[in-house]
C-alpha cells in the first residue's frame, strides 16, 4: 500500500464555512472590528445556549479561568486544588493571582481529578476547586458540588475542552458555579482565539466585564471609572464573528466526533494494540462531546518510545499530539516543590499518552487509517 500518496492527516483541524469567512469579511468591512455588535451577539448566543445565564466572552481561555478566580475572590494566602493532567494554564492562573496550587492526582481510568483525592486535599485554606473536564469527560459533578458545599468552596469549572458535554442531560456550563471556556482552534468550538466565563448574575457579569478591560465603568456621554485592577482581555467582533458562525454548528460538530470515536472503539478493539496493552479512553457516548481521543501506550512492552511512536504515525503521513504532561514536573513546578512521585497516576498518563487525530472533516476511511498504522506499529515494535 502507498501510504505515501496519501494527504497528510493532522491530528486537529478547525471546520470554518463560507458563510463565517464572508461575515468575516462584512465584519472587516463595517469600520467596527474590535469589541462590539460581534462581541454582543456571541454573548447572547453563548448565553442561550447555557440556559440563559450571563456569559461573557474573552480573547482565551486563560483570561476567563484567570478572572474566573479573581471574581470568586481567590488570591495570596488562598489554596486551589486542581489537576495535574491538564494544560498548563489551568494552574499557572492560579499563581498568576497570587493563590497556591494544589494538585489532587488522577483517576487512571476517567484521566479526570480523582474527587476522593480532592476532599483529602482540603485544608483550612482551601478557597476553590478548578477540574479539569479531559477531552470533554465531565467528573461527576454531584458530587462535586456536594464537596464544594459541604466544605463552602468555589468551584471554577475548567470546561475549556467541554462545550456542548453534558450530566445527566444538562449541558456543561448550564449550572453549577463559575463556568470556562476556551476557544482555541483546537477546541470544538473557536474563535480563532477567545474563551467565555458563564456567571451565576449579574453582579458577577458586571465584574467580569469589569475585570476584561481596564476595570473601566462608563456612565453617560463622558462619564468614566476604574474601580477594580482590570486587564486587556477583550475579544475581537472579527474572532466573535468566527465564533457565531461555529455556535451554529456545534452540535452537529459534536455528534459527527461521537461518531467518529464509534468508529476507533470497533476497529481498536480486539486488535494488536490492544492486545499488547494500548489504554482507551472510557467509551462514555452520554455526556462527553469527544474533544479528543487520546489512547496510552504500553511502553514496556514496545522496542519504540513514544517520540518513536509518534515518528512512526508522522512516517505513516498521520500527526499526533500529548495532552499533556504532568504540570508539577516542569521546572517552574518542580522549583516550587514539586517532585516527581508526587502523581503517580498524572506522571504514568503524561508519559504515555498520545492524541490521535480527530475532526469533523475526517471520515470513518481516515479512522481506519489511523487505527491500522497503530496495529501495525504494535506488530512491528512490540515485545
Ligand atoms: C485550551 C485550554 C485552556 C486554555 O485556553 P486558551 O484559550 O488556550 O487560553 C485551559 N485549560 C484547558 C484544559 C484547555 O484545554
Same mark, same amino acid.
Given at each position: 500500500?502507498?501510504? #505515501?500518496?496519501?494527504?497528510?492527516?493532522?491530528?486537529?483541524?478547525?471546520?470554518?464555512?463560507?458563510?463565517?469567512?464572508?461575515?468575516?469579511?462584512?465584519?472587516?468591512?463595517?469600520?467596527?472590528?474590535?469589541?462590539?455588535?460581534?462581541?454582543?451577539?456571541?454573548?447572547?448566543?453563548?448565553?442561550?445556549?447555557?440556559?440563559?445565564?450571563?456569559?461573557?466572552?474573552?480573547?482565551?481561555?486563560?483570561?476567563?479561568?484567570?478572572?474566573?478566580?479573581?471574581?470568586?475572590?481567590?488570591?495570596?494566602?488562598?489554596?486551589?486544588?486542581?489537576?495535574?493532567?491538564?494544560?498548563?494554564?489551568?494552574?499557572?492562573?492560579?499563581?498568576?493571582?497570587?493563590?497556591?496550587?494544589?494538585?489532587?492526582?488522577?483517576?487512571?481510568?476517567?484521566?479526570?481529578?480523582?474527587?476522593?483525592?480532592?476532599?483529602?486535599?482540603?485544608?483550612?485554606?482551601?478557597?476553590?476547586?478548578?477540574?479539569?473536564?479531559?477531552?470533554?469527560?465531565?467528573?461527576?459533578?454531584?458530587?462535586?458540588?456536594?464537596?464544594?458545599?459541604? %466544605?463552602?468552596?468555589?468551584?471554577?469549572?475548567?470546561?475549556?475542552?467541554?462545550?456542548?458535554?453534558?450530566?445527566?442531560?444538562?449541558?456543561?456550563?448550564?449550572?453549577?458555579?463559575?463556568?470556562?471556556?476556551?476557544? %482555541?482552534?483546537?477546541?470544538?468550538?473557536?474563535?480563532?482565539?477567545?474563551?467565555?466565563?458563564?456567571?451565576?448574575?449579574?453582579?458577577?457579569?458586571?465584574?467580569?466585564?469589569?475585570?476584561?478591560?481596564?476595570?473601566?465603568?462608563?456612565?453617560?456621554?463622558?462619564?468614566?471609572?476604574?474601580?477594580?485592577?482590570?486587564?486587556?482581555?477583550?475579544?475581537?467582533?472579527?474572532?466573535?464573528?468566527?465564533?457565531?458562525?461555529?455556535?451554529?454548528?456545534?452540535?452537529?460538530?459534536?455528534?459527527?466526533?461521537?461518531?467518529?470515536?464509534?468508529?476507533?472503539?470497533?476497529?481498536?478493539?480486539?486488535?494488536?494494540?490492544?492486545?499488547?496493552?494500548?489504554?482507551?479512553?472510557?467509551?462514555?457516548?452520554?455526556?462527553?462531546?469527544? %474533544?479528543?481521543?487520546?489512547?496510552?501506550?504500553?511502553?514496556?512492552?514496545?522496542?519504540?518510545?513514544?517520540?518513536?511512536?509518534? #515518528?512512526?504515525?508522522?512516517?505513516?503521513?498521520?500527526?499526533?499530539?500529548?495532552?499533556?504532561?504532568?504540570?508539577?514536573?516542569?521546572?517552574?513546578?518542580?522549583?516550587?516543590?514539586?517532585?516527581?512521585?508526587?502523581?503517580? %497516576?498524572?506522571?504514568?498518563?503524561?508519559?504515555?499518552?498520545?492524541?490521535?487525530?480527530?475532526?469533523?472533516?475526517?471520515?470513518?476511511?481516515?479512522?481506519?487509517?489511523?487505527?491500522?498504522?497503530?496495529?501495525?506499529?504494535?506488530?512491528?515494535?512490540?515485545?
Amino acid at each position: 500500500m502507498s501510504q #505515501e500518496s496519501l494527504p497528510f492527516l493532522p491530528f486537529v483541524k478547525p471546520e470554518i464555512d463560507e458563510e463565517t469567512i464572508q461575515g468575516v469579511a462584512d465584519v472587516l468591512r463595517s469600520g467596527w472590528i474590535t469589541t462590539g455588535p460581534q462581541n454582543q451577539k456571541f454573548e447572547a448566543a453563548l448565553s442561550e445556549y447555557f440556559g440563559g445565564r450571563p456569559v461573557r466572552a474573552y480573547n482565551s481561555g486563560t483570561a476567563t479561568l484567570e478572572i474566573g478566580l479573581r471574581i470568586a475572590g481567590v488570591g495570596p494566602g488562598d489554596e486551589v486544588i486542581t489537576t495535574p493532567a491538564s494544560w498548563v494554564a489551568t494552574s499557572n492562573v492560579i499563581y498568576e493571582v497570587g493563590a497556591t496550587p494544589v494538585f489532587a492526582d488522577i483517576d487512571p481510568v476517567t484521566r479526570n481529578i480523582d474527587l476522593d483525592l480532592v476532599e483529602k486535599a482540603i485544608t483550612p485554606r482551601t478557597k476553590a476547586i478548578i477540574p479539569v473536564y479531559l477531552a470533554g469527560l465531565p467528573v461527576d459533578m454531584d458530587r462535586l458540588y456536594e464537596i464544594a458545599r459541604a %466544605h463552602q468552596l468555589r468551584v471554577i469549572e475548567d470546561a475549556a475542552q467541554a462545550i456542548g458535554s453534558t450530566w445527566k442531560g444538562k449541558r456543561i456550563g448550564a449550572f453549577g458555579d463559575i463556568v470556562s471556556f476556551s476557544f %482555541h482552534p483546537n477546541k470544538n468550538l473557536t474563535s480563532i482565539e477567545g474563551g467565555a466565563l458563564v456567571l451565576n448574575n449579574e453582579e458577577e457579569a458586571t465584574l467580569a466585564t469589569k475585570y476584561r478591560l481596564q476595570g473601566i465603568t462608563r456612565t453617560g456621554f463622558d462619564g468614566m471609572d476604574c474601580d477594580v485592577l482590570g486587564g486587556k482581555y477583550n475579544l475581537t467582533d472579527v474572532a466573535a464573528r468566527v465564533g457565531l458562525g461555529q455556535i451554529a454548528h456545534i452540535e452537529r460538530f459534536n455528534a459527527q466526533r461521537r461518531q467518529l470515536v464509534r468508529a476507533y472503539f470497533e476497529r481498536l478493539e480486539g486488535g494488536a494494540a490492544v492486545k499488547l496493552g494500548i489504554g482507551l479512553p472510557v467509551a462514555d457516548f452520554e455526556n462527553s462531546n469527544w %474533544h479528543m481521543f487520546q489512547i496510552t501506550l504500553p511502553l514496556e512492552r514496545l522496542k519504540l518510545d513514544r517520540a518513536g511512536f509518534m #515518528e512512526q504515525l508522522k512516517l505513516r503521513g498521520i500527526g499526533s499530539g500529548v495532552h499533556y504532561p504532568a504540570i508539577h514536573l516542569f521546572t517552574l513546578y518542580r522549583e516550587r516543590g514539586f517532585k516527581p512521585g508526587m502523581f503517580p %497516576h498524572a506522571e504514568r498518563f503524561g508519559a504515555t499518552t498520545v492524541t490521535l487525530p480527530l475532526f469533523t472533516q475526517m471520515t470513518e476511511g481516515d479512522v481506519a487509517r489511523v487505527c491500522a498504522a497503530v496495529n501495525e506499529i504494535c506488530e512491528q515494535y512490540g515485545k
